[in-house]
C-alpha cells in the first residue's frame, strides 16, 4: 500500500504515538478512529457497527455457542446428505426415507441440512422410527427454512459454522445423489478424514451409477497426475443397498466410541 510522507519525515525518527483497541495497535492515519465505546454508546439510527467485521466476530461466536449448545447432548448422530430437489416419491426419496427409518431403529440420531429434498426424506425416516431427528439448516434466498420433520433445529448464518456441527457431533456420513452442497460437504469429510483431522469416520456414497463417474474421474486423472494417492479412494466406500450403506457406518464406527442399540 502506497504511504503519502507530506512532512519528509525520517523514517529513523521515533514512531508515533500509538492508541490500543483491545489487542489491535493503531498508528499514524489509522489512530483517527472513533473509540469502541463511543460507536457502542451512539444511539444514532444511522451506524454501521452490526456491519463491521468485529461484530461479526461476535455472531460467528454465538453461532458456536448455540450450536455446541443445543448438540451437546446429542449422543451417537450420522449425517444425511443429498439433494434438496429430490422429488417426495421419487426412488432417492425413498431411499433417504429408508436410510434415516434405519438409522433412528440403530438408536442413532439422524442429522441432515434440514432442507427438503433428500434432507426432508431421511428427518422423515427418523421420525417414522421414533429416532431423533436433527436438521442444521442454513439461510439461503431459495430455500424457506425447515422442513416440518426436524424435531431439533438449529438456522446458520455461516456456512463454516454449520460445517463444524456435521463433523464434530456425527460419527460418519452418508451420501445420496446431490449438487454442489453435497459435493462441499462431501469433500469437507474426505479432506479431514485424509488430513487425519478426524479418525474413524466412515463415508459411505449411496448410488453406484451416479457416483462412479467422479471416483473414476478421481482415479484416473486426479491421482495419475499425483495430486492424491490411489489410497485415498479407500477413504470412500459406494453401493446401491441403504441397508449395507448404514451398516458400514454404524460397525465402521463403534470401535471407535460409538455405542448404538443393537
Known amino acids: 500500500m502506497h504511504r503519502q510522507n507530506s512532512q519528509s519525515k525520517s523514517f529513523d525518527s521515533l514512531p ?17 478512529t472513533e473509540q469502541s465505546d463511543a460507536y457502542l ?7 454501521d457497527f452490526t456491519h463491521s467485521d468485529p461484530w461479526r466476530v461476535l455472531r460467528i461466536q454465538s453461532e458456536f455457542v ?14 444425511v446428505f443429498g439433494s434438496a430437489r429430490t422429488p417426495r416419491g421419487s426412488e432417492r426419496y425413498n431411499q433417504a426415507e429408508k436410510i434415516g427409518e434405519l438409522i433412528a431403529a440403530a438408536g442413532v440420531a439422524v442429522i441432515t441440512g434440514g432442507g427438503p429434498g433428500a434432507m426432508e426424506a431421511a428427518n422423515k425416516g427418523a421420525v417414522a422410527a421414533g429416532g431423533i431427528s436433527v436438521g442444521l439448516g ?15 433445529g438449529i438456522n446458520f448464518r455461516y456456512f463454516f459454522a454449520r ?4 463433523v464434530k457431533y456425527s460419527q460418519g456420513f452418508i451420501v445420496l445423489p446431490g449438487g454442489y ?24 456414497l449411496v448410488g ?7 471416483l473414476e474421474w478421481l482415479r484416473n486423472t486426479v491421482a495419475v497426475e499425483g ?18 450403506a448404514v451398516d458400514i457406518v454404524v460397525n465402521s464406527a463403534r470401535p471407535n466410541g460409538f455405542v448404538a442399540g443393537d
Request: proline share 5%; net charge negative; charged share 25%.
Open 181 to 204: 452442497g453435497t459435493l462441499d460437504e462431501l469433500f469437507e469429510a474426505l479432506t479431514l478424514v485424509q488430513t487425519e483431522k478426524v479418525t474413524g469416520f466412515p463415508i459411505v
Open 41 to 47: 454508546l451512539d444511539t444514532r439510527e444511522d451506524q
Open 16 to 32: 508515533d504515538p500509538a492508541r490500543r483497541k483491545g489487542s489491535v495497535v493503531l498508528r499514524r492515519s489509522q489512530a483517527k
Open 227 to 244: 495430486a492424491i494417492s490411489v489410497s485415498d479412494l479407500d477413504l470412500v466406500h459406494i453401493t446401491d443397498d441403504v441397508e449395507e
Open 208 to 214: 453406484i451409477a451416479y457416483w462412479s463417474p467422479l
Open 163 to 166: 460445517k463444524t456441527m456435521f
Open 66 to 79: 448455540e450450536g455446541f449448545g443445543a448438540l451437546a447432548g446429542l449422543g451417537p448422530a450420522i449425517s
Open 138 to 152: 442454513i439461510e439461503l434466498p431459495f430455500e424457506t427454512g425447515l422442513n416440518e420433520w426436524v424435531d431439533l
